[in-house]
C-alpha cells in the first residue's frame, strides 16, 4: 500500500476537490481511498503539493521524438513537412532499435512532465517487414515497461497497402493484448488508425475497422486539419466528415484529432454520431491550422480530450505546457475556458477517448496514476487558487512524484526506473552511430 500523504489539495477530476487529503493505493495497483488509510503503508510526501491524476496525453507520435526541430520543418506548409520528414526516416531507418529509444526518450519525457498514459499514433514502417511490424510495437511497448508508463500503441497507416496494414495490425493485437485489446493490469492497450482521409483509401479504413470489431479494439484517426480538409475537397469533393461518415468512421468507438476545421453543422453531427475528440494545440498552431473549436465540442457534449502530437511538429511531449495553451487559445475559437475544464480534457477527458474509466480520474476502483505537483516555489507565489495555478502559473512546471498503478515511477523530479541521462544518451548514441554509418557508406 502506498499512502500519498499531507496534500495541500487532492484535484480527483471527478469534479471533487479535497484539502489536506491522503490518497490511498492498493496493493491491487488501484485507489483504495481518497481519505484516511485504514492501515499503514509505505507514505509519500505530498505536502506543499496539488494531486491530480496522471496525465494522459491522448494523441502522440513518439517515433518523432527522434526528429525534432529539423531543417525544413518549421513554418512550412504541410506538402513541404510530409516529405522532409519521410526523408528524415528513410535516412536513420525507422527499425525496432529506433522505435525503442525514441519511444524511451519520449515516455520519458512524459513521465517528468506529469503525464502517466500515452497514445502512440505510430504511422512510419519499414517495407515489407518479416514480422508485420510486430517488432516495433512491442519495443516500444518494452520501452513503456521499463520505464512504468501506461502504453496505448495505436497501429496507424499512412498510405500503406491496406491488406498489408490490416495484416499488421491483426498480428500486433494477436501478440500484445488479449480479446478487448488491453492488458489485465491496464498497461498496455492496442488500437489502430488510418492517418486520415488525406492519406488511406477507403479500403484501409475498412479493413482496419475489421480488425479492430473482431478484436474489440478502439479507432482513431486524424481529421479536419487543413491538408485533410483540402485533399479531401480535391480528391473527392467532400469534407472529411463526409467521408468518415461513409466510411463507418463517425461512430462512438472512434477519437478524432484535431477538428480545426469544423462547422458548427458539424459539431452537431459528431456529437450526434457519439465519437470523442482530441484537441492538440502544440502541433496545430504552429503548423498554421488554426485553433480547434474545443468548448463547442464540449458543450455539445462530446468528451474532448488533449494531446501533444509529434515532435515533429510540437517538438515537446510537455501535456500540462499544451493545455495551458488550450486554455489560452479557446477565446479564439469560441468562449473562454477554465482552468478546471483543461485539466478535464487531459486527464478523464482523454482516457474517455481511449474507452478508459480505469484512468484519468482519482475515483475508488481506479487505476492508481497520479501526480504531486509542488505549488510551493516562487512561480506559484502570489497564486489565489493553486489547482487554476497548474495551468496559469510556470508554463514549464513539473512535478515533485508521478505514481502509475501505485507505484512511485518519479520521485523528487527524477525517474526511479532509468535515469533520464541514459534515456536520451541511448537515442543520441543511436542517431549519432546511424550517422556516421551513412557518411561512411558515401564515401
Same mark, same amino acid.
Given at each position: 500500500?502506498?499512502?500519498?500523504?499531507? $496534500?495541500?489539495?487532492?484535484?480527483?477530476?471527478?469534479?471533487?476537490?479535497?484539502?489536506?487529503?491522503?490518497?490511498?493505493?492498493?496493493?491491487?495497483?488501484?485507489?483504495?481511498?481518497?481519505?484516511?488509510?485504514?492501515?499503514?503503508?509505505?507514505?509519500?510526501?505530498?505536502?506543499g503539493c496539488v494531486v491530480t491524476p496522471g496525465l494522459v496525453n491522448a494523441h502522440h507520435h513518439l517515433l518523432q521524438t527522434a526528429f525534432r526541430t529539423l531543417p525544413g520543418t518549421?513554418?512550412?506548409?504541410?506538402?513541404?513537412?510530409?516529405?522532409?520528414?519521410?526523408?528524415?526516416?528513410?535516412?536513420?531507418?525507422?527499425?525496432?532499435?529506433?522505435?525503442?529509444?525514441? $519511444?524511451?526518450?519520449?515516455?520519458?519525457?512524459?513521465?517528468?512532465?506529469?503525464?502517466?498514459?500515452?497514445?502512440?499514433?505510430?504511422?512510419?514502417w519499414p517495407r515489407d517487414a518479416?514480422?508485420?511490424?510486430?517488432?516495433?510495437?512491442?519495443?516500444?511497448?518494452?520501452?513503456?515497461?521499463?520505464?512504468?508508463?501506461?502504453?496505448?500503441?495505436?497501429?496507424?497507416?499512412?498510405?500503406?497497402?491496406?491488406?498489408?496494414?490490416?495484416?499488421?495490425?491483426?498480428?500486433?493485437?494477436?501478440?500484445?493484448?488479449?480479446?478487448?485489446?488491453?492488458t489485465a493490469d491496464g498497461g498496455l492497450q492496442v488500437a489502430v488508425g488510418p492517418a486520415g482521409v488525406h492519406s488511406d483509401r477507403p479500403e484501409t479504413f475498412a479493413l482496419l475497422a475489421e480488425v479492430a470489431a473482431r478484436r474489440g479494439l478502439r479507432r482513431r484517426t486524424q481529421a479536419n486539419e487543413q491538408v485533410d480538409v483540402d485533399i479531401a475537397a480535391q480528391r473527392y469533393g467532400r469534407r472529411p466528415l463526409d467521408l468518415l461518415d461513409e466510411w463507418g468512421w463517425? $461512430?462512438?468507438?472512434?477519437?478524432? $484529432?484535431?477538428?480545426?476545421?469544423?462547422?458548427?453543422?458539424?459539431?452537431?453531427?459528431?456529437?450526434?454520431?457519439?465519437?470523442?475528440?482530441t484537441h492538440a494545440p502544440g502541433c496545430d498552431l504552429p503548423m498554421g491550422w488554426g485553433v480547434a473549436p474545443m468548448a463547442a465540442l464540449s458543450d455539445a457534449g462530446l468528451p474532448?480530450?488533449?494531446?501533444?502530437?509529434?515532435?515533429?511538429?510540437?517538438?515537446?511531449?510537455?501535456?500540462?505546457?499544451?493545455?495551458?495553451?488550450a486554455l489560452q487559445v479557446a477565446p479564439l475559437a469560441g468562449?473562454?475556458?477554465?482552468?478546471?475544464?483543461?485539466?478535464?480534457?487531459?486527464?478523464?477527458?482523454?482516457?474517455?477517448?481511449?474507452?478508459?474509466?480505469?484512468?484519468?480520474?482519482?475515483?475508488?476502483?481506479?487505476?492508481a496514476d497520479l501526480v504531486c505537483w509542488d505549488v510551493t516555489g516562487v512561480a506559484d507565489a502570489g497564486v489565489a487558487d493553486p489547482v487554476a495555478g497548474l495551468l496559469w502559473a510556470s508554463p514549464g512546471r513539473r512535478p515533485r512524484h508521478v505514481v502509475v498503478g501505485g507505484r512511485v515511477v518519479v520521485r523528487d523530479g527524477e525517474l526511479v526506473a532509468v535515469p533520464a541521462a541514459e534515456v536520451s544518451a541511448r537515442l543520441r548514441g543511436l542517431l549519432t552511430a546511424r550517422e556516421r554509418a551513412r557518411h561512411r557508406a558515401a564515401t
Open positions: 500500500m502506498l499512502i500519498v500523504r499531507d $496534500a495541500l489539495t487532492v484535484w480527483t477530476g471527478t469534479g471533487e476537490e479535497a484539502a489536506a487529503a491522503d490518497v490511498v493505493c492498493g496493493d491491487d495497483g488501484r485507489i483504495a481511498a481518497v481519505g484516511p488509510a485504514a492501515e499503514p503503508g509505505e507514505v509519500l510526501d505530498a505536502s518549421r513554418g512550412v506548409p504541410m506538402a513541404q513537412w510530409l516529405p522532409t520528414m519521410a526523408t528524415a526516416y528513410g535516412a536513420v531507418g525507422v527499425d525496432d532499435e529506433l522505435a525503442a529509444v525514441a $519511444a524511451s526518450a519520449g515516455l520519458a519525457e512524459a513521465l517528468l512532465c506529469g503525464v502517466t498514459t500515452v497514445a502512440d499514433h505510430h504511422l512510419t518479416p514480422d508485420d511490424g510486430v517488432g516495433i510495437a512491442r519495443a516500444v511497448a518494452g520501452a513503456a515497461r521499463e520505464l512504468g508508463a501506461r502504453l496505448a500503441f495505436v497501429r496507424g497507416s499512412a498510405g500503406d497497402d491496406p491488406q498489408a496494414a490490416a495484416a499488421s495490425a491483426d498480428a500486433i493485437a494477436a501478440a500484445l493484448v488479449p480479446p478487448g485489446g488491453v463517425l $461512430a462512438p468507438d472512434v477519437t478524432l $484529432a484535431h477538428l480545426c476545421g469544423v462547422t458548427p453543422g458539424e459539431v452537431a453531427r459528431l456529437a450526434a454520431a457519439g465519437v470523442t475528440a474532448v480530450g488533449l494531446g501533444t502530437s509529434g515532435g515533429g511538429s510540437n517538438d515537446a511531449g510537455h501535456l500540462l505546457a499544451d493545455a495551458r495553451l468562449r473562454p475556458v477554465a482552468a478546471r475544464e483543461v485539466l478535464t480534457w487531459a486527464t478523464r477527458g482523454s482516457a474517455d477517448g481511449l474507452g478508459r474509466p480505469d484512468l484519468g480520474r482519482l475515483s475508488v476502483g481506479a487505476r
